[in-house]
């Protein structure tokens, strides 16, 4: 290996300890939020006398505030920066989880699950898009899969976290355990709020924690990056904003992540639900068993996003783990009168679920830049998402319909399945990354070019 990719190894993995770690932690409790009304669920739908499809069309709801406000809100992070918006973000959101305690009505449910989807839309397709400004798109699946190991992370932690909550807070000074747990789990995303103003920076150039040499190095690699994506030879799409809505490979990238999304939030907003109904009462059991499959879905997750890179393909790696998500989705229906087995197909449908998301996530920032890129990573996710309004809904009509979530279960699967035929559809000039070979310098002209930087 050369000097120079040798330093250029020691620079990402400088800029990856700095940023990753953090933005974990705030997408882990950001992401908590989200979804610890799956949580709340056991014990305020009976406080609240709501039905299965009252709480479907809460849970859901939050997508549609998401929808409408995702794209305008990656855009305006890009007017006043991603410190500042990450931060605006993170504090509304907190106040308005911390409100969901005061709800008694389902009207209230769902005006405060819509204003909390608006509070946070922009915050994860920010965070890609922030991350598209330090890395580039040949190193983008192994960094968006150490990011997004939060999602699995943030429930095999959170479950029985909130399952703990659930057993110890039971009316402690006169409020239910629910409210509790919404109270004490928006506190840290409140108080972090304030932690990135002071942490984060706008761009490479701004970063104090980089000499000019290093962050020559991204810069250089950045924009090179930026070269192979407006080279119309090499299939990329243009970076003009209404070049982007116009792409129909960008739609087709938005009706994959919605067809993904059904089955992914179908199962996260019920899995505790589901679990409850195959015998399990204790709420700290719950907790446990719940986050399981997410165990294995993160340990899935990192291998298949390196591997990816390593391979330097995409499509693959997105259709195999869908197809697996969706046989072991069908398993878990088909076995849900036994705890064992129905949780052991849930473990390999959410393996498979969580192993294509980092993969996936890396394709609207490869394939676009500037303005774009914020603007086409922010469509994609919005629209993906409105998928999480029809698949909790769906599944808790379906639930006070038959009695069951075994029918909701085979559609969420037959949505997964669809990934796999839709992401072969999208060209492999398209989604698989091109790197252009560093050209060699003998080390007088390295130091000559460092000496310049400094």
């Known amino acids: 290996m050369s000097k120079h990719n040798v330093f250029e190894n020691a620079v990402y993995s400088k800029v990856t300890r700095r940023l990753i770690p953090f933005l974990i932690l705030c997408y882990f409790f950001a992401y908590l939020d989200r979804v610890n009304v799956g949580f709340a669920k056991l014990h305020m739908q009976d406080a609240l006398s709501f039905s299965d499809t009252v709480y479907g069309l809460g849970a859901g709801i939050f997508f549609i505030g998401y929808f409408l406000f995702e794209l305008p809100s990656n855009l305006l992070m890009q007017r ?3 410190r500042f918006w990450i931060a605006r973000i993170m504090a509304t959101w907190a106040v ?3 409100g969901m305690m005061f709800v008694t009505t389902p009207t209230q449910f769902y005006v405060l699950r819509f204003l909390l989807g608006v509070a946070e839309a922009g915050f994860f397709p920010g965070i890609v898009f922030y991350l598209t400004l330090w890395f580039p798109s040949w190193r983008s699946a192994r960094t968006l899969g150490l990011f997004i190991l939060v999602t699995p992370l943030s429930t095999i932690i959170g479950s029985p976290l909130s399952g703990l909550i659930l057993k110890l807070f039971e009316d402690v000074g006169g409020l239910h355990n629910w409210q509790w747990l919404f109270l004490i789990e928006a506190i840290p995303s409140f108080l972090l709020a304030f932690v990135v103003l002071r942490y984060l920076d706008n761009d490479v150039k701004s970063a104090k924690w980089l000499n000019d040499a290093e962050k020559q190095v991204i810069l250089d690699d950045l924009a090179k990056d930026a070269l192979n994506r407006t080279q119309s030879a090499d299939g990329k799409v ?3 904003l209404s ?4 792409n129909g490979y960008v739609w087709l ?8 999304n059904i089955g992914y939030y179908g199962i996260n907003f019920w899995l505790p639900s589901i679990i409850k109904s195959s015998g399990i009462n204790d709420d700290f059991q719950i907790g446990l068993l719940a986050a399981l499959p997410y165990i294995f879905g993160a340990a899935f997750m990192v291998w298949n996003s390196r591997h990816s890179d390593l391979k330097q393909e995409r499509r693959w790696h997105i ?4 197809i697996i998500g969706c046989v072991g989705l069908t398993l878990s229906a088909y076995c849900s009168g036994s705890t064992f087995w129905m949780m052991t197909w849930i473990c390999l449908a959410m393996s498979g679920t969580l192993a294509l998301i980092p993969t996936y996530i890396s394709l609207p920032g490869a394939m676009l830049s500037g303005t774009a890129a ?3 990573i922010a469509l994609v996710n919005s629209v993906g998402n409105l998928a999480g309004f029809f698949g909790p809904t769906v599944l808790g009509w379906l639930k006070d319909t038959t009695g069951s979530t075994d029918s909701g279960l085979y559609i969420l699967a037959g949505f997964l399945l669809l990934v796999a035929p839709l992401i072969m559809a999208l060209p492999a000039r398209l989604a698989n990354p091109v790197r252009r070979p560093v050209t060699e310098q003998t080390d007088g002209q390295q130091n000559a070019t460092q000496h310049t930087y400094r």
């Open 319 to 322: 259709a195999i783990p869908a």
């Open 96 to 98: 308005l989880s911390a």
């Open 80 to 82: 006043f920066g991603p």
């Open 243 to 246: 070049a982007m809505f116009k």
């Open 238 to 240: 243009d970076s003009s």
């Open 253 to 260: 990238l938005a009706l994959i992540f919605f067809s993904f």
């Open 374 to 376: 914020a603007a086409g």
